[in-house]
């Protein structure tokens, strides 16, 4: 299944595009199956959960085809494939289960405070004080309602990518070294509502993050790092040069100024 014209430039202008009732719903109970189960049956160490919540909860399941044919075997691959060039994108080896627990009743919540993908933390793996360009967009899979605003959701800065490639273009990637940069951004943020099933897919430099939690529910999610085959090969260079593992998304918008 490929995006249309108007699709590909919505994603090229605001770095961000929610598809809706992508995944079938007998493919997202099978992917709720194995998380709760795992939930359930392996638990959660305490003293782990900012690594989980920085990586990935049941770790022993994100390699389970429920969860990586999410991506690998829904239509949300052909309509990622098609921002990109077709036979180019990796097959999901493993997704991220990102789960939001609700915060504790009655606490105050700031606003969502957005992140890109790739500067060490110590927590997400890599040290503090690195940085690293790993992959060239994101597939967000939603597995479960979300009607309103602060219930964990999937939240972007739109245009923030092409904010940020004249940003590292002026003051050189090598700032990230620092931590995230807080410059003003073009747009504020929008926390994306949806059905189970829906799919946002993500250039990997649009800020992002998931809004804190204040309804009753677990907010379930699965995560996918989309991968050209040229993106290990090109790197970092990606920081000031965004579109090009994007041809698809070259092609739509070459097309609309001829």
Not at 51 to 71: F, N, V
Not at 123 to 139: D, E, I, M, Q, V
Request: hydrophobic share 35%.
């Amino acid at each position: 299944m490929q995006l249309t014209q108007s699709q590909k430039r919505f994603f090229y202008e605001e770095g961000y595009i929610k598809l809706s009732g992508v995944v079938p719903q007998v493919m997202v109970a099978a992917a709720l199956h194995v998380i709760n189960h795992s939930l359930g049956e392996e638990g959660m160490n305490k003293d782990e959960l900012p690594t989980m919540r920085a990586q990935t909860y049941c770790r022993e399941s994100r390699e389970h085809p429920a969860i990586t044919g999410l991506l690998n075997d829904s239509p949300a691959f052909s309509m990622a494939e098609s921002l990109m060039e077709e036979g180019k994108l990796k097959k999901a080896g493993g997704g991220q289960i990102a789960l939001r627990f609700p915060q504790p009743l009655y606490k105050e919540v700031g606003p969502p405070r957005g992140h890109l993908d790739g500067i060490g933390s110590g927590l997400n793996g890599s040290a503090k004080g690195s940085y690293r360009r790993g992959f060239t967009g994101l597939a967000v899979v939603l597995l479960n309602r979300l009607e309103g605003d602060y219930c964990g959701n999937f939240t972007v800065w739109p245009k923030s990518h092409r904010f940020f490639e004249n940003y590292f273009k002026e003051h050189g990637p090598e700032i990230l070294e620092g931590g995230m940069p807080r410059p003003e951004l073009p747009e504020g943020p929008i926390q994306l509502t949806g059905e189970p099933g829906d799919v946002v897919l993500a250039h990997h430099q649009i800020v992002h993050t998931a809004a804190p939690n204040t309804s009753p529910h677990i907010r379930y999610a699965a995560i996918f790092r989309l991968q050209h085959e040229e993106a290990k090969e090109f790197g970092n260079a990606a920081y000031t040069d965004i579109w090009h593992e994007w041809p698809g998304v070259r092609q739509a918008v070459a097309e609309e100024i001829a």
